[in-house]
């Protein structure tokens, strides 16, 4: 059974940093495209940032595009996501999940394993 967890969620003032990270185990996470989600109170859940199964190809979420980068280290089953420049309206639930078998897909249907969320409060 493939499990996922995320960590590094907090408290930040606006235009602040954080560095979430992901840890799959029970699986090998060079099988899987691995991609970030959020939801915020009374909003869908929403597209962050891929990335491809060896890390070649990135993609990433127009609200948060040139303000976060993707990374992973297969050797550790960890992906990572650094936010910048963090901002109010990015506050919600950070989900990390898992895609078997896909380059990468920036739609949360396609994916298969999903982690609890790791609350990021962005507030002054």
């Known amino acids: 059974q493939v499990h996922v967890i995320e960590s590094g969620g907090g408290l930040v003032q606006p235009g602040g940093s954080l560095n979430l990270s992901c840890v799959v185990s029970?699986?090998?996470?060079?099988?899987?495209?691995m991609g970030w989600f959020r939801q915020a109170p009374g909003k869908e859940r929403e597209f962050v940032a891929v990335?491809?199964?060896?890390?070649?190809?990135?993609y990433y979420g127009v609200p948060v595009r040139g303000r976060v980068a993707i990374s992973r280290d297969n050797t550790k089953n960890t992906v990572y996501l650094q936010m910048d420049k963090l901002k109010p309206e990015d506050t919600a639930i950070y989900y990390c999940?898992?895609?078997?078998?896909?380059?990468?897909?920036?739609?949360?249907?396609?994916?298969?394993?999903w982690g609890q969320g790791t609350q990021v409060t962005v507030s002054s």
């Open positions: 990335s491809s199964w060896n890390g070649g190809t990135y």
């Open positions: 999940a898992a895609d078997y078998g896909s380059s990468w897909s920036d739609m949360a249907r396609e994916y298969d394993y």
């Open positions: 029970g699986g090998a996470m060079n099988d899987y495209a």
